[in-house]
């Protein structure tokens, strides 16, 4: 059974590759941003891009610097 997409995933990259963008995520992807967040590593040249995760209302979950 496939995992419940209950998050919008918002990129906004602007840097040399083109990310923009959203798509659904689920609880496990969730979980992957959140983990890359508290490590803190962002390479110099993610440091413009930014992810945004929002439930299914709009309201903001999480916001990552860095792609």
């Known amino acids: 059974m496939a995992e419940e997409q209950k998050y919008v995933l918002e990129m ?30 962002v390479p110099e040249s993610c440091s413009l891009c930014q992810l945004t995760v929002k439930d299914k209302d709009g309201n903001v979950i999480l916001i990552k610097k860095g792609c």
């Open 12 to 41: 906004q990259c602007d840097t040399y590759e083109d990310h923009e963008g959203e798509k659904w995520i689920g609880d496990e992807e969730l979980e992957k941003i959140k983990k890359q967040a508290v490590e803190g590593a």
